[in-house]
């Protein structure tokens, strides 16, 4: 699935997680007026936070969504009906466009009357995406594929596949309020500034409010798995891992015993030491990268170098993107470079 994040499970033990799991659908306090929801995903991660906000009037703001599916939809109902029934779903703020966090945005806002919060260009793909049955948006696949080296039975298989993003996501509303980089946001009583992460996706909203101690982080910064950073089929060239690594310098400045919230795993305190530590694991992931093309090889080639365990099909998708971002992050640090072959697959060497 486009966007899943993989199982990379790592070494944190320098966090700290404050809180206990909850049980699924049962929102729990994290800090005053301030829920957490763990949404089942039907997916080797199996689950995805969301966060409620009490608003000063009534209302409830909500911080991403799930899946479009009838598990996640009769979860909400439940939650909305009746553990809350005595506040409205006012807003739901979703960070960015996969379908774990925008998937029942539509749904949500249609059935309880709610606006949606995005960054602009997060609502954009969403809708996009929703709306995209074009040959063009197959055939952008099929050359990302080609060019990857991939054997010829796995890019139809993969063709086949389709549009993975609309069987998990419906189609988010026609209207948002757009969200951007340095926005100050009163949200219950947090007052949020919008830091917008890159690179896992191209503008994820995170909120931080130093006063109270929070940051809502999305999947910019996780505990135990390193975000998917991926190149998409859109932009078979883009440098996102660059645009990872230097948008997680925005979270720098927080302070180190800061409560982050993650999209997926539990809350944490070690902001810093998280961060040092996705920036090492990518590093590290480049040397190997690096080793990898000595001789020339193409990214199907590179991709078992990458990861500790064996990739199988429902994670070619993101195995081959990680694979492509650091591949043309070293091209683009001008430590490697790729030659296109006669057989259509880009061929990355050493220099
Ligand atoms: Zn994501």
Redesign the pocket.
């Given at each position: 699935m486009q966007?899943?994040?993989g199982a990379r499970r790592e070494r944190a033990e320098a966090l700290t997680y404050t809180h206990p799991r909850p049980p699924w659908g049962e929102p729990v306090p994290v800090l005053e007026g301030l829920w957490w929801l763990r949404l089942r995903l039907p997916l080797r991660l199996d689950h995805v936070n969301v966060w409620l906000i009490e608003e000063e009037d009534g209302g409830l703001s909500a911080i991403d969504t799930g899946f479009d599916d009838a598990p996640t939809r009769s979860a909400w109902q439940r939650v909305l009906e009746q553990v809350f029934a005595h506040r409205r779903l006012v807003r739901v703020l979703a960070?960015?466009?996969?379908p774990?966090?925008i998937g029942l945005a539509g749904w949500l806002c249609r059935r309880y009357g709610a606006e949606l919060w995005a960054s602009r260009a997060e609502w954009l793909m969403a809708r996009m995406l929703a709306l995209d049955t074009s040959e063009e948006f197959d055939r952008a696949y099929e050359h990302y594929d080609r060019r990857a080296g991939l054997p010829e039975e796995l890019v139809q298989r993969r063709r086949a596949a389709g549009n993975l993003w609309r069987r998990r996501a419906g189609a988010p509303p026609g209207a948002h309020r757009r969200l951007r980089h340095g926005d100050h946001l009163q949200l219950g009583r947090f007052r949020f500034r919008v830091i917008i992460g890159e690179g896992?996706?191209p503008e994820?909203v995170t909120l931080v409010d130093e006063e109270a101690g929070v940051l809502i982080a999305?999947?910019q910064v996780l505990p135990r798995i390193s975000?998917?950073v991926s190149v998409p089929p859109s932009m078979p060239e883009a440098d996102v891992l660059a645009d990872f690594l230097g948008s997680l310098e925005r979270y720098r400045p927080l302070d180190e015993g800061i409560l982050v919230l993650p999209?997926h795993g539990r809350p944490f305190r070690g902001l810093h030491r998280r961060l040092d530590q996705l920036a090492a694991h990518h590093e590290e992931r480049l040397a190997r990268a690096l080793a990898a093309c000595s001789e020339p090889r193409t990214v199907y080639e590179v991709m078992p170098a990458l990861f500790d365990f064996t990739i199988d099909e429902s994670q070619l998708g993101f195995a081959l993107g990680e694979t492509y971002a650091h591949l043309n992050h070293l091209t683009a640090r001008g430590e490697l470079a790729w030659e296109l072959a006669d057989d259509g697959a880009l061929r990355f060497r050493r220099l």
């Open positions: 966007g899943a994040l960070t960015h466009y996969h774990d966090h896992h996706a994820m999305a999947d975000p998917v999209s």
